[in-house]
């Protein structure tokens, strides 16, 4: 019997994909649990692999097309004689080669495409990406594979020495790019980063925004871990990085400030009495913002732990929807890019983020002296409609206050 190839539920958040690139052709003999085709949706990238062995009879979405759950991509028919065995093909026998895995590595890229380089043989540090930020996508690893135009790079060469040329007697004209070289070039946006870009408009239009700025004193935070770095880290195989005291202030100043942990719906405010803390994480398609469950009853290193992971997985493409449902109140940290100062914006329905910015030694006041100490600048933007002036600013102090005193942390 024919079978539909049809777009998964993916999570409840999920309604619709985009079709990225089919893995297989019109005609072609393929294998129960094959990969058929690469979706992309807001959240996730993922293949959809076929329900039957048999022979892909009709490819319905075309690549770049946008689909919604439940429609059908193409149909699989029954295959029957000589026609039910996959021919045999180059990646079939190609050998997986420990340089790939290395160039994987250093190499942004997604899974389909690390795989491809494996069956392939294809070095993945000299693929050209065309996903975002570079990213090698599938397709360009299976161009590179074919000797497509402009996938790969060429080693580089030093180039022939040039006779030194006489400075001109006069000044001359500046020169300006010939029109032949003005290109330019459009790039379709990704499911997630146009998502991003519509929630992002969305929640400005939606929700009183304001930010509430102050500064914090890292010089506690930054003895207490250069003292414990070592054990800490033999202890508990990761290092101590400044993301778990925030998130652990953040904690302890959300118990009295409980309309920051909070969201609106309808005419009503929804206390959550659980701290589910978003942790923002950049990378090369998109920011998403992995949820930290239950945060109030990790220790400092079980956060640790998980940001790192979801760092590692959020580059790979290997997030799933359950790392990045819901969230209570979220923190981002420009100051990992450079950043010194920022207002973040709200990452919906939540009503609060805190924004932590690059550590500076600047000079302060202290005990009537001027001295230099480690300082960081920290963002508050909140939701004015259930969240007060008043309740934000103290609230950013008392984040300050904990950080400041992170022994007063474990007394919370």
């Known amino acids: 019997m024919p079978a539909n190839i049809v777009v998964p539920e993916v999570g409840e958040s999920i309604v619709d994909a985009r079709v990225a690139k089919w893995l297989r052709r019109e005609g072609e003999v393929v294998a129960v649990g094959d990969p058929l085709v690469e979706l992309e949706t807001d959240k996730i990238d993922l293949e959809v692999a076929a329900p039957q062995g048999g022979v892909l009879k009709r490819i319905d979405r075309k690549d770049g097309e946008d689909v919604k759950v439940g429609e059908v991509l193409g149909v699989i028919e029954e295959a029957t004689g000589a026609s039910a065995q996959p021919a045999a093909t180059p990646a079939a026998a190609a050998v997986k080669t420990v340089g790939d895995s290395k160039a994987a590595e250093k190499t942004r890229s997604t899974p389909t495409a690390r795989k491809a380089a494996e069956e392939h043989d294809v070095d993945l540090n000299r693929v050209r990406g065309t996903g975002d930020a570079g990213r090698v996508m599938r397709r360009d690893v299976e161009q590179a594979a074919t000797g497509g135009n402009g996938r790969t790079v060429a080693p580089s060469t030093p180039a022939p020495a040039e006779t030194p040329k006489a ?137 640790e732990q998980h940001i790192r992971e979801f ?21 981002t940290n420009g100051g990992v890019f450079g950043s010194l100062l920022s207002t973040p914006i709200l990452n919906p329905p939540q009503v609060g983020i805190l924004g932590l910015h690059a550590i500076q030694q600047r000079p302060i006041a202290s005990n009537g002296q001027v001295v230099v100490h480690p300082m960081m600048y920290v963002a508050l933007t909140y939701d004015h409609r259930i969240v ?7 609230f950013l102090v008392r984040v300050k206050q904990l950080v400041e005193d992170p022994g007063a942390l474990l007394l919370d």
């Open 311 to 331: 760092a590692r997985r959020a580059e790979d493409g290997t997030l799933s929807l359950a790392d990045l449902k819901g969230g209570t109140f979220t923190i």
């Open 167 to 303: 400075r001109p007697a006069a000044p001359v004209a500046e020169s300006r790019r010939p029109a032949s070289e003005r290109t330019e070039e459009r790039v379709r946006m990704s499911k997630r980063r146009a998502t991003i870009a519509r929630r992002l408009v969305e929640v400005q239009s939606t929700a009183a925004m304001l930010t509430t700025f102050n500064e914090v004193d890292m010089s506690a935070v930054m003895a207490l871990r250069e003292r414990h770095k070592q054990a800490f880290k033999e202890r508990h195989g990761v290092g101590l990085g400044i993301a778990s005291f925030f998130v652990k202030a953040s904690i302890g100043a959300l118990r009295p400030f409980p309309r920051l942990n909070a969201e609106i719906q309808g005419d009503e405010m929804v206390l959550k009495h659980y701290y589910d803390i978003g942790v923002a994480v950049g990378a090369s398609e998109g920011l998403v913002v992995p949820v930290l469950r239950d945060a109030d009853r990790m220790s400092f290193a079980e956060i």
């Open 388 to 394: 007060d002036g008043a309740e934000a600013v103290q």
